[in-house]
């Protein structure tokens, strides 16, 4: 998998910077075995309707605690949840632990919607797994919209709702 994602980003002269390191599984442990990397940290939410017809993938700031109840009501999406890890692998062609937003260059039907917290997006890079998570990708934000594009995935950024602390 994280071959044809190589294989993309080479053939359309996407840049980034790759950082190896041990399997993360959080946010915590990527802070602590791979520190000072350039870039944004994100969580990756893959959620879905109350029915499970429709799909998102919604990243926000590492540090984020998302509403999803106000966040169901901003996107006029009923009953919003997480997702099952089959439909992870279904749609994303994913394991839990690995989420990602490089992961909808695998929706090739564009069933996930892409929700990017206006935040997050205000970075200069974001920083990405390559489909694995013993490896990360701080790719410029201006490289992972026009990524988004071709893969036909624009993002609705919004200021995605936090719960009270």
Known sequence: MKHALYAFLDQHALTYQRFEHPPVYTCEEAR??????????TKNLFLCDGKGTRHLLVVVPAEATVDLKALSQELDVKGLRFASPE???RYLGLEPGSVTLLAVLNDRAGAVDVVVDASLWQAD????HPLVNTETLAVPRA??????????????VIPVPQRAA
């Open 125 to 128: 890079a974001i920083l990405c």
């Open 143 to 156: 490289e992972l919209m026009r990524f988004l594009e071709l893969t036909g995935h624009p993002p609705r």
């Open 87 to 89: 439909w992870l692998q």
């Open 32 to 41: 602590q075995l791979c520190p000072d990397m350039p870039g944004a940290e």
